[in-house]
């Protein structure tokens, strides 16, 4: 299988990456049901299935373009298909999944079935029995997905048990025996990027809503700092893809979007704990643990990324225990202003997002360009 050279993103591509933009949305008004001002155990357990479902989507159809795609009319019909399906998982993104059940699982169990087409059509023309043998694992995997999503179903209409969002778990649990072929990790990185940049851009529009109710200082103020957040958050991720990512080579990218998926997951957190940040209604406690578990999560998975950075990292011990105990100190610093009505609570999280772009500064001039 031919990887070399340079593949770009392709305009059918760009449009379809859309569409999650719409869900990213979507799935985020999951976390609006409250329980005495708390996220429920059941309610952020959706959330978190909801988000691996269209992330491991977008992830089939991205790793399928990425190795097979030639942009041609299969292609093509394929992503239009699966974005108008989406629409219909978006449109029945609800509170629990027995709210227009058949309808969410219906649209998810042809989005794997066309996918399985594609990697048939595929099938005929490969050549290389490492490259047959991938293609037909997968076509396994996403009938296999399939059919579990089409007899939850089933079982659904005569019994009304949910099963079938555990489905996503098979693909999950199918990856470390799956083979691995290499991916153009130019053009792989390039689509995770334009998904995390689609992340930051929900992240904005809440950043907008503070104006909603009218304007004050209260509105100024986390609008602000909010704003100053997402953009050391973006600054971060994106030092990281500029100057320390190597997008050269092939490599099978599995980690690599696996990383990804905590890094997009801990945004969509972070929006969400800024959303609630001036509600009163929501406990203090609950949307401060969100932000600083989200926070930690997103800069200890950028430090993850050192596997992939042109740079070699000779980093002294103490220095590692530096930023160790700059994470416990924030962490300690977030519980114990908690009960402050957000004021101290969002400053914090701005000085320690600051802090850390630093570092990633500081640490990628003062490192070695690999050989």
């Not at 027995?98 to 990697?119: P, R, V």
């Not at 953009?231 to 099978?252: H, I, T």
């Not at 400053?347 to 320690?352: D, M």
Request: glycine share 8%; net charge neutral.
């Amino acid at each position: 299988m031919e990887l070399n050279g340079e593949k770009k993103v392709e305009f059918i591509e760009l449009v379809y990456d859309l569409i999650f933009v719409y869900l990213i949305g979507r799935n985020a008004s999951l976390l609006d049901r409250l329980e005495g001002g708390f996220i429920t155990t059941e309610t952020f357990v959706n959330y978190l299935i909801c988000s691996l479902i269209i992330i491991q989507i977008w992830n089939y159809s991205t790793l399928f373009i990425n190795r097979f795609g030639r942009n041609g009319i299969s292609d093509k019909v394929m992503l239009l298909v699966n974005m108008f399906l989406l629409y219909i998982i978006g449109t029945n993104i609800g509170h629990g999944w027995d709210m227009n059940y058949s309808a969410f699982m219906g649209a998810w169990c042809l989005i794997l079935l066309n996918l399985a087409l594609q990697y048939l059509l595929k099938l005929r023309a490969a050549e290389d029995e490492s490259c047959r043998k991938y293609i037909r694992q997968h076509i396994c995997l996403l009938i296999v997905q399939a059919a579990y999503i089409g007899a939850s179903i089933l079982i659904h209409t005569m019994t009304g048990a949910v099963i079938g969002q555990w489905a996503v778990f098979i693909g999950i649990a199918a990856i470390p025996f799956l083979s691995k072929i290499p991916t153009n990790f130019g053009h792989l990185t390039e689509r995770v990027m334009l998904y995390v940049v689609f992340t930051f851009g929900e992240m904005i529009i809440i950043v907008a809503e503070y104006f909603t109710n009218g304007f004050s200082f209260e509105a100024l103020y986390f609008a602000l700092v909010s704003f100053l957040i997402v953009a050391g958050l973006f600054f971060s991720y994106g030092y990281v893809y500029d100057r320390l990512l190597d997008r050269s080579g092939e490599r099978s990218g599995s980690a690599y979007m696996l990383l990804h998926v905590l890094i997009i997951l801990s945004l969509s957190c972070v929006t969400t704990s800024m959303e609630f940040m001036r509600d009163p209604g929501v406990s203090s406690l609950s949307k401060t643990l969100m932000l600083v578990i989200a926070l930690l999560v997103f800069f200890l998975c950028l430090a993850l990324t050192e596997r992939w950075s042109c740079r070699q990292y000779r980093m002294p011990v103490r220095f590692l225990l530096l930023l160790a105990a700059e994470f416990i100190v924030f962490a300690a610093a977030m519980v114990l202003s908690a009960g402050s009505g957000g004021y101290v609570t969002a400053a914090i999280a701005l000085a320690f997002v600051y802090i850390q772009l630093g570092t990633l500064l500081l640490s990628g001039r003062n490192t070695l360009r690999r050989e």
